[in-house]
């Protein structure tokens, strides 16, 4: 079993470039199957285990995919199957995004039901019903979901329950492919929304409103490849940003858009951190005397559920009492329990959590509950007392690039060793060294 072994105590100095947006690209790439003429050319494409799931799931749908430097080249000219597997559900419930695009293409898409998830129950239910108000027939059975139309969608007013990410892209790919208009109410209004509504204009497709809470679909008869590059990624540039922060740090996070960043950066001033807005990154100077405050997720433009761990992290090391509400997912506080371990002080009340600060934080072996969990653990291991040695890092995996390796390059203390005999497989900070490990265990 692989872990990250960091420890804490080094002040975070120098610049970190944030990649293409996660959260941006798998939408792409799913919507790169919609064309039926030319290729699709997708720039700034981070090299992570989710973008591995997409290309694969492309590629069994028939679709010719190439991934090299940061590239993503989809052909989608052949006629596509239109059955995505468990195998890659299991893997990534982004898989789920390739429905809208197949029922819109094709009058069919089957695709394997995903479950829920270490952060919530995460059910299905408005993308399905946006695609049933376009005329589709949905069949739920066997792990499966199966959706038909008898010929093109139809266009129709779809006014969602709630601002869902992936029902908003869902429906806005079916959408393009449609019959007539089709307008989404209540929509997310993500900067990934208006990136896949760029994109899928590029390819032809007529589209309005995107990033407000209406959004008005024109639909076309066919669609074009294109060639697009994919916004930074607001969460990793937010996870670096407390990482300065936390550390009492002086990073500058190249490529950060800070108009993306909104809520983070108010917080951060809030806690005293000093944060410039600069035209290509942001930079933050951290403090010696963080001050506690309080965080409600919400939709975008709210404050981003997955940046509320990596604020729980912080929020340990202020003055205070701070309070976190989570208010987009049901159960996103499991990695309260791991921080438990090093010497945190939180209360679970409901949907939200008090965290009493600060707390002398110190190094314990922590497993990552999810993506988001993993990073934070890691944000509180650089500043715990000893060691802190964090597992299960396919989940940090799925959604961070060279983590250890940019940490390090900052001036971090941290390295990744592979089971339990803790080899160093990559000695990234000359102070850790499987001879410092084994000299601290004695
Ligand atoms: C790949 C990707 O972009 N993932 C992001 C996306 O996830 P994802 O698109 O899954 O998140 P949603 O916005 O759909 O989910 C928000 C809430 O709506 C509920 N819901 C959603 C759909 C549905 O049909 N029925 C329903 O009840 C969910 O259970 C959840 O409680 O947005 C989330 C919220 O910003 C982020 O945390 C994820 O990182
Ligand atoms: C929850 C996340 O992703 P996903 O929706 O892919 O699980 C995340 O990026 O923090």
Do not use: W
Not at 63 to 74: Q, S
Request: charged letters at 25%.
């Amino acid at each position: 079993m692989e872990k990250i072994i960091v420890k804490g105590g080094k002040v975070l100095k120098g610049t970190v470039k944030v990649e293409g947006a996660k959260n941006a690209v798998l939408p792409v790439i799913a919507a790169s199957i919609l064309p039926s003429k030319g290729t699709s050319v997708i720039h700034d494409v981070p090299v992570l285990a989710d973008v591995f799931t997409i290309n694969e799931v492309l590629r069994n749908l028939n679709a010719d995919v190439e991934f090299a430097d940061n590239t993503v080249k989809v052909d989608a000219t052949k006629r596509m199957l239109t059955e995505a597997p468990f195998e890659y559900v299991r893997q990534m419930r982004a898989s789920v995004l390739v429905l809208g695009p197949l029922l819109s293409r094709y009058g069919h898409a089957k695709v394997a039901m995903p479950g829920g998830c270490a952060i919530g129950s995460r059910p299905i239910d408005l993308h399905l019903k946006g695609f049933e108000a376009m005329g589709a027939e949905i069949h739920v059975g066997n792990g499966f979901v199966e959706a038909r139309s008898n010929g093109r969608l139809k266009g129709a007013k779809i006014y969602l329950d709630m601002p869902s990410v992936g029902a908003t892209e869902n429906i806005l790919m079916a959408a393009t492919l449609a019959e007539g208009q089709t307008i989404i109410e209540n929509c997310a209004k993500e900067p990934e929304i208006v990136d896949l509504a760029n994109f899928l204009n590029k390819m032809g497709a007529n589209i309005v409103g995107a990033g407000t809470e209406t959004i008005r679909i024109e639909g076309v008869e066919e669609l074009h490849g294109t060639e697009h590059n994919v916004i930074p990624d607001r969460i990793e540039a937010g996870t670096f940003m407390v990482a300065a922060a936390i550390t009492g740090g002086d990073v500058f996070v190249k490529n950060a858009m800070s108009e993306h960043l909104r809520p983070v950066i108010a917080k951060l001033r809030e806690m005293g951190v000093t944060v410039y807005e600069k035209e290509n990154g942001i930079h933050v100077i951290g403090t010696k005397e963080l001050k506690s405050t309080d965080i409600k997720t919400l939709p975008y433009p709210g404050f981003p559920t997955d940046m509320q761990s990596q604020m729980m992290a912080l929020m340990l090391c202020a003055e205070g009492t701070s309070v976190i509400t989570e208010t987009v997912f049901e159960n996103r506080f499991m990695h309260v329990e791991e921080f438990r371990r090093m010497n945190a002080k939180i209360k679970i009340e409901g949907r939200s959590v008090i965290i009493e600060g600060p707390v002398k934080l110190q190094g314990a072996e922590v497993a990552a509950t999810d993506l988001r969990a993993a990073a934070a653990l890691i944000l509180a291991g650089l500043v715990a007392e000893n060691y802190t040695r964090v597992t299960e890092l396919k989940h940090l995996d799925r959604g961070y690039v060279d983590f250890v390796e940019k940490l390090a390059a900052l001036g971090a203390d941290i390295t990744r060793v592979d089971d339990e005999k803790e080899k160093v497989i990559k000695s990234i900070s000359p102070s850790i060294t499987t001879d410092s490990i084994a000299a601290e265990l004695q």
